[in-house]
């Protein structure tokens, strides 16, 4: 079954704590992206990468951190400076190439907060 | 810069109405433009593209470059068409996402 997998499903998160999120694909796609989704205000962009051991800082990257060591795999760490975590957040891939290539998207991370 | 615009944060409709959708895009390029939706406990999906001009689940887009506009357009909604749609926007290696518009079909 190919697609995107994130896990886990709902996370917490305490005080001063750094927590990961993992998004991992099968579709062989060469770009990657995580959003944070908050009610009312649609998908804002975190991160995203196009390419393994590259990435760039979307419009929201502060308080956040990725790594690209596989091209399958795209993890976002919420470091303890991200003031306000509590939110969806979503993991997606693309073709990098090619015109109108779409999105596919996980079933989401909801992190909260202890 | 880039921006795509859901002016309505919520919509509700009649089974059997007709339903539309707005979306406005701000670009300096060629656009090509998305619409998702999600329904309830369900993940975010493809509607449809702008470059495909077909019709998913009876919804169409046109794409009009004149008015910057790419409104979602159904003649009669169906109950099973509420959930949430967002416009999309790709462009320079990014998605532009607005900030959706809930859809309400009421029997």
């Known amino acids: 079954d190919g697609g995107i997998t994130q896990s886990p499903k709902y996370l917490f998160r305490k005080e001063g704590q750094n927590v990961t999120l993992s998004c991992e694909q099968n579709?062989?796609?060469?770009?990657m992206y995580w959003y944070r989704q908050d009610p009312g205000q649609g998908l804002r962009l975190i991160y995203y990468?196009?390419?393994?051991?590259?990435?760039q800082k979307g419009d929201i990257a502060e308080g956040y951190s990725v790594s690209r060591e596989k091209k399958e795999s795209f993890p976002l760490t919420v470091t303890s400076a991200q003031k306000n975590p509590t939110a969806f957040y979503l993991c997606?891939?693309?073709?990098?190439?090619?015109?109108?290539?779409?999105?596919?998207f996980g079933d989401g991370t909801r992190l909260s907060i202890l | 810069a880039q921006r795509v615009t859901q002016p309505e944060k919520l919509l509700s409709v009649f089974k059997g109405a007709p339903v539309e959708l707005k979306c406005n895009y701000s670009?300096?390029?060629?656009?090509?433009l998305f619409w998702y939706v999600q329904y309830s406990r369900q993940r975010l999906q493809l509607l449809l593209r702008?470059?495909s001009r077909e019709s998913i689940k009876g919804f169409t887009a046109d794409l009009n470059k004149g008015e910057t506009s790419f409104h979602l357009k159904k003649p009669f909604a169906q109950e099973e068409d509420s959930a949430m749609y967002y416009c999309?926007?790709?462009?320079?290696?990014?998605?532009?996402f607005g900030s959706g518009t809930k859809l309400n079909v009421k029997p």
């Open positions: 997606a891939s693309s073709r990098d190439q090619g015109y109108s290539q779409p999105q596919h």
């Open positions: 579709l062989n796609h060469d770009a």
């Open positions: 990468s196009q390419i393994v051991n590259d990435f």
């Open positions: 670009y300096s390029g060629s656009p090509e």
């Open positions: 702008h470059i």
């Open positions: 999309a926007l790709r462009g320079f290696n990014k998605f532009y």
